[in-house]
């Protein structure tokens, strides 16, 4: 391919991805769906002509990574904190918690039942699929009203950094004793405090800036700092989160030595400015990420009935969990709550983090696609038809 025949596929795919979006507000209809279908489209048109393409699978999981970062960044941006959240935000945490080990359990065990795989390579192989993806989720609940939404932004955000944690605690513990729990403690500490460090030193950082590029940096400090963590086994992605409120809830601080040395005049503007350069950058790489996901499917493969109705059971015990601990954490107004626990961004990079020895050939790339692709579907008609009921009422 030539330069300009790349970069007219580039800037296409951006004009697309922004037209899905204008119609996912419209029909709620996520966009990340449309994107799949459009890279699904692309892989179909490749083969027809067959054009010779690149290994898209090599750039997908650092792609997704740094959207991922980006998207969570720019949620915990949106959030303000007030005493009166404390219920939503222990509702959220709970909620996540409770529903992401109830479905690593049910989903476990439906692997078991297909693969006769150890127990613990099953275990492995469950939590990429009980993980909501935030980078799915916040963008969906924007139309949904503000506690509603919070609840969404808290619960997807907390799903994710328990679900690396806990991943990354499986992977690297092949038996669960003392030790292995003592490391785990460890690890939560340090990542608390690097997390506190780096909401200090980035606000001080900004304060005292006067090159006139000065957010890319700060995203940059951010990825640099979440990957030396992850390298290391730590969840980042609280860092992340953190960083986001305590930046967007620095000025609710009234220690006056704290006022005195961190915040500085134009700190609103430059929150805004942040949050709109995170917003644009995570849409780009979002949208990149999930046309090549969708690329590199061979559609073929969901012709399959076992891996079907292999992932029709997932879906259906996923739904199942989540009614179950909503009913006990949120008690009321469950839809359209209910219906926004999709698979995405983050169950396909924990999945290709998985180790090659504990990878299960029956529960391949077709099978987690089966799995993003309905939660995407569910989500959809879900928010619909809640939407629907609302207007009747």
């Not at 409120?245 to 915040?263: K, Q």
């Not at 089966?370 to 629907?388: A, D, E, N, P, Q």
């Amino acid at each position: 391919m030539t330069t300009y025949t790349i970069l007219i596929i580039l800037s296409g795919l951006v004009i697309f991805s922004y037209l899905f979006d204008l119609v996912a507000s419209k029909t709620k209809i996520p966009s990340v769906l449309l994107l799949l279908l459009l890279g699904i489209g692309l892989r179909l048109l490749v083969d027809n002509l067959k054009i010779q393409t690149f290994n898209f699978l090599s750039i997908l999981p650092t792609l997704g990574t740094v959207g991922l970062i980006l998207i969570v960044f720019e949620g915990s941006l949106e959030l303000k904190y007030d005493r009166h959240k404390n219920k939503v935000i222990r509702s959220a945490f709970f909620s996540a918690l409770t529903i992401l080990m109830g479905t690593i359990v049910v989903i476990t065990s439906i692997i078991y039942q297909i693969t006769h795989h150890d127990l613990y390579t099953c275990i492995a192989n469950a939590i990429p699929f009980s993980v909501i993806s935030s980078a799915i989720a916040i963008p969906s609940a924007a139309a949904l009203n503000n506690i509603d939404k919070e609840f969404v932004i808290y619960e997807s955000s907390f799903s994710d950094i328990l679900g690396i944690i806990i991943f990354n605690f499986a992977i690297t513990n092949h038996s669960i004793n003392t030790s292995a729990f003592i490391g785990l403690g460890l690890s939560t500490f340090l990542i608390i405090l690097l997390s506190a460090i780096a909401c200090v030193v980035l606000l001080y950082v900004m304060g005292r800036l006067v090159h006139h590029i000065k957010f890319f940096l700060i995203i940059a400090i951010l990825i640099l700092v979440y990957a030396i963590g992850q390298s290391y086994h730590l969840s980042s992605l609280v860092l992340i989160l953190s960083t986001g409120l305590f930046l967007n809830n620095a000025d609710t601080i009234e220690n006056a030595w704290f006022r005195s040395v961190f915040l500085y005049k134009n700190l609103t503007a430059d929150l805004s400015q942040l949050y709109q350069l995170s917003a644009e950058s995570a849409f780009i790489l979002r949208t990149f990420f999930f046309v090549i996901f969708g690329f590199t499917m061979n559609i073929g493969d969901l012709n399959n009935k076992i891996v079907l109705a292999n992932g029709f059971f997932i879906l259906i015990s996923i739904y199942i969990i989540r009614v179950v601990f909503l009913k006990i954490f949120k008690k009321e107004n469950l839809s359209p709550i209910l219906y926004i626990a999709p698979r995405g961004l983050i169950s396909i990079l924990l999945y290709f983090n998985l180790p090659a020895s504990l990878k299960i050939a029956e529960v391949g790339t077709p099978f987690l696609f089966l799995v993003v692709l309905g939660s995407s579907i569910v989500m959809t008609l879900g928010i619909t038809l809640s939407k629907r009921n609302s207007v009747v009422q």
